[in-house]
């Protein structure tokens, strides 16, 4: 139980194009889902905090205007880069989390690698 | 604001010698305290966590942590480690209660495994 899933894997755009990252919760229905970016050999920063149907809260530097987060449904959250450019280019990991006797607890998808050319 | 340190940015160990690495937190109040290990390229797999009760948490792959609140540390161990143990370890520390909890991680230690 407590799965994750995001889609794409992997993906590979031109600069200025927007990308769309999806994050399921397979077999629970996520109260809350996160969405962080890693670069690489580094940790994880948390970029912001979404409730289902309600808006995101992005972290302090995050633009969220470059960074559009919908989270439409308990089981969908999705991240959209806009205007993508190559700093973007990143390791970006979603996780979930719900109540009962999982609460405190976040379940982590395998992560998205975006490349931006 | 809570923060996490983890000292060491990179161990080597032999394959069957014990392992620690360290991890110290800064939180106001009591904290929710994880182990996470990530593969190259994958994503986040927990190892155990700390909520409140007994101060030593045995997790999965034979690793257990210790928490400390006098000294804010949160140490993981394994008296003997294999091969497939090589990876990245994160420490985390939640803050908040509730699902919205937070979570502020680690710089990460990279675990080598000398065969």
């Known amino acids: 139980g407590a799965v994750v899933s995001q889609h794409p894997s992997w993906v590979i755009c031109k600069s200025g194009t927007s990308v769309k990252i999806e994050c399921r919760s397979l077999?629970?229905?996520?109260?809350?889902m996160f969405w962080y970016r890693q670069f690489p050999k580094q940790s994880l920063m948390l970029m912001a905090t979404s409730n289902e149907g309600s808006k995101a809260t992005y972290e302090q530097g995050v633009e969220k205007d470059k960074f559009l987060i919908n989270h439409a449904s308990l089981t969908l959250s999705t991240l959209t880069v806009t205007s993508a450019h190559p700093e973007d280019s990143s390791f970006y990991i979603c996780?979930?989390?719900?109540?009962?006797?999982?609460?405190?607890?976040?379940?982590f998808g395998p992560g998205t690698r975006l490349t931006v050319l | 604001a809570q923060s996490v340190t983890q000292p060491d940015i990179h161990i080597t160990v032999s394959e069957g010698a014990s392992l620690e690495l360290r991890c110290n937190y800064s939180?106001?109040?009591?904290?929710?305290l994880f182990w996470y290990v990530q593969s190259p390229g994958q994503g986040l797999q927990l190892l155990l966590k700390y909520f409140s009760g007994d101060t030593l948490v045995q997790g999965i792959k034979g690793f257990e942590a210790e928490f400390k609140r006098s000294q804010s540390s949160f140490n993981l161990r394994k008296p003997s480690v294999h091969w497939s143990d090589a990876a990245e370890y994160f420490c985390a520390v939640g803050a908040g209660t509730g699902t919205a909890s937070k979570l502020t991680f680690g710089t990460g230690t990279r675990l080598q495994v000398m065969l």
């Open positions: 077999d629970f229905q996520a109260t809350t």
């Open positions: 996780s979930a989390s719900f109540g009962g006797r999982y609460l405190n607890e976040q379940f």
């Open positions: 939180y106001g109040a009591t904290p929710y």
